[in-house]
């Protein structure tokens, strides 16, 4: 081949190549798209961190993030969630250079509910980024303050609160028995004490006209006829639960399966206040006084003294006798017990029982003051409110001295503090006001808590405020209001007030409890004409165990 055919076909190798790198150019760099980040959070323009409580229920919430986001990515980007899951329609629009995204609810959220608001890393920028780290805010809104139901005069509200609540006790009462049932999930177990503040009710329904006094009278007959025929006693004494269809006892617990003095002492309580209403001389209600009176009579109040000693003990047990070894020695809810013990025209304790006993404990005198109010007996701020009711549904406070206290100082100055500690709220709790007060046993989340100034979970208790009208009819009236018209949406039932809340947690119970809504109607009572304190302190006698026990009182 000669060189000039060499260089021709060099030529064309050379053309080939140089053809070739011009169709088919080498690939571009891979480019990965920049990540951008969460810079700042707004609510309503201000930032005070994640969680916001008492939000407006139509909040705006603005992320600002460190480069311009794709609006297409905004729905599948930030969600907005309630605390059950529900996904919350929303808006959202780019402002200021698309960098910030404001977030709106569409329609306004729910009063004291939880909700929250994340930006998720389906969030993109405009050069396709990811977002490098997720942000969530939680948002709680502020109570709805509006008017839950029509304003009526105060009267009306306290009588529809009182019919309301006795329904637990009239509507929810056992078939059988007519006892009341523990609680509204209960089923056939019923308490003697609840029982107890029931019966007080039924003379203040009747007076009401809830019931006729022929319905009372009848309703009386079934449930005095159970306990004397049915229902299981020991030493004359019930236990704290019985079954409300065959009168068998239920344990409490373990030991506690046999006889309570104290709920005993409740039963009795309105028991002695039904047979002073029932006064009639007709064969119907004599006879009602008389199987009252067996019942009565037949309480060895002071076999419960155990060996003779000088206290009264709580519980027994026919299978584990006074093992449970539960002194009731005061200050609490159990003055109306040794009230009772000495009033017992069979089986009476003498002064010594009460004095060594009840008013022997060393916790007994208190003296000190809280928030400038001296708080005579008791515990430290006072304890739950429950101790300045149970006992005093029947017996009279008002002018009821002894050598210890004024009883309706005592109770008074008690509520005060509890008051006064809601309205301190030196734990923070949300809601608590002048409005919002009330500490006392009750239901709580995922439990039972004796609740009190030292002992206190962030719950309310309606019954605290509402039983205590007697002693703060003014501080009374503002919660009754403030649960009825601001929170009735949540709080108010079947069977009037449900048990408690929590405004902290966003907790409302379901539960109705018999020895919270008994005092409800009975103290409101009281506050409004006096009338179970009438009924039980015109037994005569309580006037005599009261004068044997060293107090003075109008009433003896």
């Known amino acids: 081949m000669s060189f000039r055919n060499l260089i021709f076909i060099g030529l064309l190798l050379w053309l080939g190549i140089s053809c070739k790198s011009k169709q088919d150019p080498a690939p571009n760099p891979i480019v990965t798209p920049t990540s951008f980040s969460f810079n700042s959070l707004k609510v309503n323009d201000a930032f005070s961190g994640f969680n916001y409580v008492n939000v407006n229920l139509k909040p705006e919430v603005k992320f600002t993030f460190s480069s311009p986001l794709n609006h297409a990515t905004l729905a599948a980007g930030i969600t907005f969630k309630s605390k059950s899951g529900e996904n919350i329609p929303f808006s959202a629009t780019l402002e200021t250079g698309d960098s910030i995204v404001s977030v709106i609810p569409v329609s306004n959220l729910n009063a004291l ?30 109570l709805d303050s509006t008017d839950k139901f029509p304003v009526i005069p105060d009267e009306e509200l306290l009588t529809l609160v009182q019919k309301q609540t006795f329904k637990y006790f009239w509507d929810f009462a056992h078939p059988v028995s007519g006892l009341a ?48 025929e049915k229902a299981q006693k020991f030493h004359g004494a019930f236990p704290h639960w019985l079954n409300g269809a065959t009168g068998a006892v239920q344990p409490f617990s373990e030991k506690d399966n046999g006889a309570d003095l104290v709920e005993t002492s409740y039963l009795m309580q309105g028991l002695l206040t039904a047979r002073q209403y029932f006064n009639g001389t007709d064969a119907s209600e004599t006879a009602l006084r008389t199987n009252i009176n067996a019942l009565w009579q037949g309480v060895e109040w002071d076999w419960f003294r155990k060996s003779n000693e000088n206290v009264l003990y709580w519980h027994w047990s026919p299978n584990y006798n006074w093992e ?207 009338l179970p304190w009438k009924l039980f302190m015109s037994c005569p006698e309580v006037k005599t165990g009261l004068k044997q026990l060293g107090f003075t009182s109008p009433d003896i």
């Open 324 to 530: 449970m070894n539960h002194q009731i020695k005061g200050w609490n809810e159990c003055l109306i017990t040794y009230v009772l013990a000495a009033s017992s025209p069979t089986h009476s304790i003498p002064k010594s029982v009460y004095d060594n006993g009840w008013a022997g404990n060393s916790n007994f005198a208190n003296g000190k003051s809280y928030y400038g109010i001296t708080l005579p007996l008791g515990e430290p701020y006072g304890g739950p409110l429950f101790y300045s009711q149970y006992s005093f549904l029947g017996l009279n406070p008002t002018g009821l001295t002894d050598r210890f206290a004024n009883y309706f100082t005592q109770n008074k100055n008690h509520t005060l503090i509890n008051y006064n500690y809601c309205i301190t709220n030196p734990q923070s709790f949300e809601g608590y006001s002048d409005q919002c007060w009330g500490l006392t046993a009750s239901d709580i989340p995922n439990g039972y808590n004796a609740n009190s100034p030292t002992n206190d979970k962030g719950v309310i208790t309606p019954t605290a405020a509402l039983s205590a009208f007697p002693y703060t009819p003014v501080e009374s009236m503002k919660a009754l209001k403030f649960f009825y018209y601001k929170l009735g949406d949540k709080l108010w039932g079947e069977f009037g007030f449900h048990d408690a809340f929590s405004l902290s947690e966003l907790w409302f119970a379901d539960s109705y409890l018999a020895i919270d809504q008994g005092p409800i109607v009975i103290m409101i009572e009281n506050h409004r004409s006096g």
């Open 181 to 228: 049932r523990e609680r509204n999930t209960s089923g056939d177990i019923v308490t003697s004490g609840g029982s107890g503040f029931g019966i007080m009710a039924i003379p203040v329904a009747i007076e009401r006209k809830f019931i006729t006094r022929a319905q009372g009278l009848e309703r009386m007959q079934k449930i005095v006829t159970f306990l004397n």
């Open 113 to 142: 509910q939880t909700y929250s608001i994340s930006a998720t890393k389906a969030l993109k920028s405009k050069t396709n980024g990811s977002l490098l780290n997720e942000v969530t805010v939680n948002l709680t809104t502020a």
